[in-house]
């Protein structure tokens, strides 16, 4: 699959204002130069058909509902009892609350469910590392062969620390998602990702660390 990031920034995610009309208009969420990664997201979401997306975070649903309109199963994932007002307007995205991923599956299946992901948005609070660090682990237990967005990889030491020990392809896509950090990982190594260094059309290697 051919990732142009470039079509990140011209992605429409006009669809949220009328849920979250402060943060709309806040954060120009849905401007080209947005600081935030909604439009990342939509854009990511709408390269696969029918598959299923994992949001690891679910806080006030905001990136479950920048991937609710693509033709995907988008289940999100929170330890809070959280779901959105807007969530029976989109049957195709799944709420799992007071569920934490990183602890065994109720169906005892040692987390092989999340091979079942196509792409992973893993953003979990209070980005201190420790459960991004346990995220990782289970990753490499499962063979896990997807994509995943991992969300501020900059905003502190530990989650920088976090980022340099992924050995895999990866990519530093800060310039198109969250102003704090966004990496995409390739798992599979089979996409084709291509990144532009601000309006330069440069292709960029994967990231060293």
Same mark, same amino acid.
């Given at each position: ?35 935030e990664h909604y439009k990342l997201l939509s854009y990511l979401a709408s390269l696969f058909n029918n598959a299923i997306i994992f949001d690891v975070g679910t806080a006030k649903g905001m990136s479950a509902l920048a991937m609710a309109r693509s033709n995907n199963t988008i289940i ?17 995205? +799944?709420?799992?609350?007071? #569920? ?23 953003? +979990? ?38 980022? #340099? ?45």
């Amino acid at each position: 699959m051919k990732i142009e990031l470039k079509n990140a920034k011209r992605a429409d995610v006009s669809h949220m204002e009328r849920h979250y009309p402060l943060q709309y208009k806040q954060y120009g969420i849905n401007d080209p130069d947005t600081t935030e990664h909604y439009k990342l997201l939509s854009y990511l979401a709408s390269l696969f058909n029918n598959a299923i997306i994992f949001d690891v975070g679910t806080a006030k649903g905001m990136s479950a509902l920048a991937m609710a309109r693509s033709n995907n199963t988008i289940i999100s994932y929170d330890i809070k009892n959280y779901v959105p007002e807007w969530a029976s307007e989109y049957p195709n995205v +799944i709420f799992k609350t007071r #569920t934490n991923i990183n602890d065994n599956h109720p169906d005892g299946n040692n987390y092989q469910y999340i091979n079942s992901a196509s792409f992973i948005l893993l953003d +979990i609070d209070p980005h201190l590392g420790k459960q991004e660090d346990k995220f990782l682990k289970i990753i490499k237990k499962i063979q896990y062969k997807g994509l995943i967005l991992y969300d501020d990889i900059d905003l502190n030491d530990q989650m920088r620390k976090m980022w #340099t020990t992924i050995m895999e392809p990866k990519y530093d896509i800060t310039e198109f998602g969250h102003a704090s950090g966004s990496g995409l990982v390739d798992y599979s190594e089979k996409h084709e990702i291509i990144t532009y260094d601000d309006s330069m059309t440069r292709f960029l290697n994967p990231s060293d660390g």
